[in-house]
């Protein structure tokens, strides 16, 4: 690990200085991400500030009926909120699917949200690989891939996204807060992971020195009957090979509200939107949901060893908006 400098921030102000001194900086906050790079030498930064002690670890309901949560707000706090419970259950169900208590404890929702990608080449440093060293190339297109992505992916780059919580608040239209030298801005979490392109390294559409400080979710009264369904290899905590978060209304048999989006599948959370459109309108089943599925599947590309994903979203799709449908009927 290469020696860094390590500075406390106490507000959002000293946080911004401390980085805008030296863009050799990163920002720290519970380190279960960045401090893993850090001792594999995937992240050499020359100076870490932490942000932990700054006043953005409180979830508050918005005047416009939703939600906003501090980007230093805990995983286990963000869990157990109990407006976080009762109006995003999908969320709730991400988080405590995605890793262990003691991590939990520790991970931070804006930690969250930029952790890196999830491939064994990029994570060894004696490995090509086009997010570390852009240009030397992909070596998992023709290496080890049973785990990697299906949609949106390029010759460049067919790496995951590994946040479960990320996927849940993509399925709400979550908003990401931020603070650059320059002042406050915004942007929705649809828009906050770039496309993989020729430019895999370029991960977000944060401005350079910027901080989040906070995720918004709208009042979306659909996502109170939602549901977030994680596939892994063990039963143990592991990373998602598939991942679903769903949220449906029925009324008299007819779809009139569905949110999808997958995770494991893509670079970034991937929202359905494809088998949004489709289902709005139609009749809740079995058949609908498989074709709204495959609809939105029909866009993956799938390498040797990964095809399975097509058929495991698929099933997912069906089994998890089923179950909702189900509830909704016995309500």
Known sequence: MRAFDYRRAHDVSGALALLDTDPDTRFLAGGTNLVDLMKTGVERPARLVDV??????????????????????????????????????????????????????????????????????????????????????????????????????????????????????????????????????EVPLADFYLPVGDTPHQETALPPGALITGVTLPAIPTAAHSRYRKVRERASYAFAIGSIAAALDVQDGVVREVRLAFGAVASRPWRALTAERMLTGAQAGAEAFAAAAQAELAQAKPLPHNGYKVTLMRNLVVAVLTELAEEATAR
Do not use: W
Not at 60 to 66: D, I, N
Not at 69 to 91: F, K, M, Q
Not at 136 to 154: D, F, M
């Open 52 to 185: 932990r002690a700054l006043p953005l670890d409180r979830i508050e309901s918005t005047a416009a009926g939703g939600l906003r949560i501090g980007a230093t707000v805990t995983n286990s706090d963000l869990a157990a909120h109990p407006e976080v419970r009762r109006r995003y259950p999908a969320l709730t169900q991400a988080v405590l699917a995605a890793a262990s208590g003691q991590l939990r404890n520790m991970a931070t929702v804006g930690g969250n949200l930029l952790q890196r990608t999830r491939c064994g080449y990029f994570a060894d440093v004696t490995k090509p690989c086009n997010k570390r060293v852009p240009g030397s190339g992909c070596p998992a297109v023709e290496g080890e891939h049973h785990n990697h992505a299906i949609l949106g992916t390029t010759e460049h780059c067919v790496a995951t996204h590994p946040s479960d919580m990320g996927v849940a608040l993509t399925a709400f239209d979550a908003v990401v807060s931020y603070e650059t030298t320059d002042g406050p801005g």
